[in-house]
């Protein structure tokens, strides 16, 4: 019988588990205790836990941190972890520190089945989802690397993989993100991209997560998002624009919105004023990404007035935008634009 990961679980599940091996619920809190307050994951070191307890759990259950098979730091300060899963399979978590901000963004799945055109990640096609376990182990496999007294401070779902196409393990991690027994992170700390599955945006507004969204929105019609993002042709601009307007935002909190630029295809000045039409009505900020190159992309980055040309014509209209220049924050500020393929 295969063991469960306690990451999988919440800690009221924990509590069921110890219950059923005929132990009280409170061991159970004791559990996801030792895990997320304590860090410790071998179930033989929770030593308040009776052996005999330890002993059952350990036939049934184990807490999988994923290793981290590499660490790379970048030059502006990110640091970029190669997490490496039991069955092979590896995804990229990236850390980046930001003054007193400490973010970390996460992946959902192994490689992508969206197929953005100028998505590094869309190119590998999808290998496999991540669980809830295995989004939370890279979670607490950086947590581990930080010196003490050092926290994370931010969670984005910006990594490998579409968030929502992995909608249960991705709502999970979300629970034992916020759940106080669990990380106690605030929901307000913590966003989801999405490349934007309407179904699954409409899903989400039921959860009551309060977390934020992100949506990759990167190009204004229609023909150039079919063009760009496939998934466009399922879910068009008019319809994602509407299920945004319907999400029940919470007090004072905004949608972002990411665009990467992509020279003379995305650019134009009319683009600009048609995006800012677009977001009318809904609380929005726009990131702006101009575009990393990769090789074969068959995309550049336009020259720098451009660039500033596009975010003046947005802050002209009362619209936040902000450019995200650095290498590190490129990483994380859109679904899947990881520079640095990792294939299982
Ligand atoms: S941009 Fe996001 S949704 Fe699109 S292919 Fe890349 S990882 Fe997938």
Redesign the pocket.
Known sequence: MSLTNLLDLLPVEIESLVESLGAPRYRGRQIADWIYRKGVTDLDRMTNLPRELREALAERASVDVPAVERRTPSQDGSQKFVFRFADGARVQSVLMPDGDRLTLCVST?VG?????A??????MGLDRNLTTGEIIGQVLGVVRTLPAGQRLTHIVY?????PL?NYRATVGSLRLLTDPQALGFSPRRITV???GLVSAIERLAHQDLRVNLAI?LHATDNETRNRL?P?NKGFAIEELLAACRRFPLPFRQRMTFEYVLLDRVNDSPEDARRLARLLEGIRAKINLIPFNDWPGAGFSRPPVPRILAFQQTLLERGITATVRWSKGEDIGA?????SEAVVA
């Open positions: 799945q992508c089945g969206f197929g953005c100028f998505c590094l990640t869309g190119a910006m990594g490998m993989g579409e196409a991209s999405t490349v990759s993002m998934v859109a679904c899947g634009q990881l």
